[in-house]
């Protein structure tokens, strides 16, 4: 008898708190059929809407017309606060410089984050159409520009059923994400505040629009980058015994640095070392005091990055060495060390069913892992953290350049599959955290409806 009444209890609320999400003529079969997998494409068929639809697509060309770098994003961050006062949802600002905290819903536990990265990159846009970039050098070639308008998406349909929400969804809109760690800064700013888990979308070029992808565990790799200056004594190119040549000790440095992964890493735990950096000497008769090198490092496990570091240094040290050269190494630690990209496994089993919910589960995929790196790595670090891939393909609209291309071009029809899936997974995350009540605690407060 008490299983069955607990049972009661339960869908009693179920039916309660979903209702109240659809329209009248929607609500009675939702209401009937008492199932959860409904809201997601409720909320994609909301965000479909011309109205919400050509809402985002002017908020997504403005903030494109408009790039801002890293702490910079000064006119972004007054759109997203505009939009927000429409609307009428509470915020915080500033945060981290420009960043805006946003909150819907009883601003009471259980707290749920929804992140979105508002950079652009130093990139000249070469794509030609009548939202381009008006800045010279600036160019949201990653998306980011996106991110905001699906975020500012899921924030509408959220706020139009915020009465019903049982707890609060945090709107994370965050500053230099593209190196410049600004989600630490957030963080240190106060951003997971009460927050208990967080998510966060990327658009993905190779994936076609209405397929999402992700997994559990590391998805993305940590990374940090390396500059070494490796001193000698310059000569004539004649005389090299005179000298001590710093170009053939980073020759040997370099050689030496992809030993590192091919003789020393696990061939199961993927690791990257790369030197892009190369300057030393202007004159072809001329042996150079000193060298300039520098690279990336990264690997999908924190205990190999670490390992990578510590190896590169001692390395780059003891080449040097070898050749008679000194070296300094630094490794930017405090801007460029991101840690790997975990995500959490009981949020991947949720993302898994409002997606397949939503699209489907033969348009969920399982994503590999990439040795790209996100600074949303520095979230899961402090609380459980989900960050999933929304495709944007479409060929038939032609083809764009991939992420970080000056030809990168966002297909906006992605747009309403990102602003749904936000919202579904917070409202799903609210309810199921919901539904752990203890059960004396639910019969009291909904006595009346049983």
């Known amino acids: 008898m008490g299983f069955f009444r607990c049972l009661c209890v339960f869908f009693t609320l179920q039916c309660f708190l979903f209702k109240p999400l659809l329209s009248d ?44 770098l890293g702490f910079e994003e000064f006119e972004t961050s007054r759109v997203i606060r505009e939009e927000l006062d429409k609307l009428g949802i509470s915020y915080k600002y500033p945060l981290a410089v420009t960043g805006v905290l946003g909150f819907i819903g009883t601003g009471n536990p259980p707290f749920v984050a929804l992140r979105a990265d508002m950079d652009a990159l130093p990139i000249e846009e070469m794509v030609e159409w009548e939202h381009k970039s008006k800045v010279p050098g600036k160019m949201h070639a990653c998306g980011h520009d996106a991110h905001v308008a699906m975020l500012l998406g899921a924030a509408r349909i959220l706020q139009e059923n915020q009465h019903k929400l049982q707890g609060t969804v945090v709107l994370v809109f965050q500053p230099g994400e593209e190196g410049y760690g600004g989600a630490k800064k957030m963080i240190e700013a106060g951003a997971l505040e009460n927050v208990e888990a967080i998510f966060a979308l990327h658009v993905n070029s190779g994936l076609p629009v209405g397929q999402v992808s992700s997994r559990p565990g590391p998805l993305l790799a940590g990374s940090g980058f390396f500059q070494a200056v490796i001193n000698g004594k310059g000569g004539h190119a004649a005389i090299p015994h005179h000298s001590v040549d710093p170009i053939l000790a980073a020759s040997n440095v370099i050689v030496s640095l992809q030993h590192i992964v091919s003789r020393e890493a696990d061939p199961l735990d993927s690791q990257v070392v790369t030197v892009g950096k190369f300057q030393g000497g202007g004159a072809f008769n001329v042996i150079p005091d000193s060298v300039t090198i520098g690279g990336t490092f990264r690997a999908l496990l924190k205990e190999s990055l670490l390992r990578l570091k510590q190896r590169i240094g001692e390395v780059i040290i003891s080449q040097a060495a070898v050749q008679r050269c000194t070296a300094t190494i630094d490794f930017y630690d405090s801007e460029n060390f991101y840690p790997p990209t975990i995500n959490d496994e009981n949020l991947h089993e949720l993302f898994t069913r409002v997606a397949s919910d939503m699209l489907g589960s033969r348009n969920v995929k399982e994503a590999k892992p990439l040795t790209g790196s996100e600074d949303f790595a520095f979230y899961q670090e402090v609380i459980p953290g989900y960050l999933f891939f929304v495709g944007l393909k479409n060929e038939t609209r032609g083809i764009s350049g991939s992420e970080h291309n000056p030809k990168f071009m966002v297909n906006e029809d992605v747009l309403p599959y990102g602003a749904s899936l936000h919202a579904s997974l917070a409202v799903r995350y609210l309810l199921e955290k919901g539904a752990k009540i203890p059960t004396q605690d639910i019969t009291h407060q909904f006595h009346d409806e049983l």
């Open 25 to 68: 003529s929607d609500s009675e079969l939702f209401f009937n059929s008492n199932e959860l997998q409904e809201i997601p494409k409720y909320f994609l068929n909301q965000t479909q809407k011309a109205e919400v639809f050509d809402w985002m697509v002017n908020i997504r060309r403005k903030l494109h017309e408009n790039p801002e």
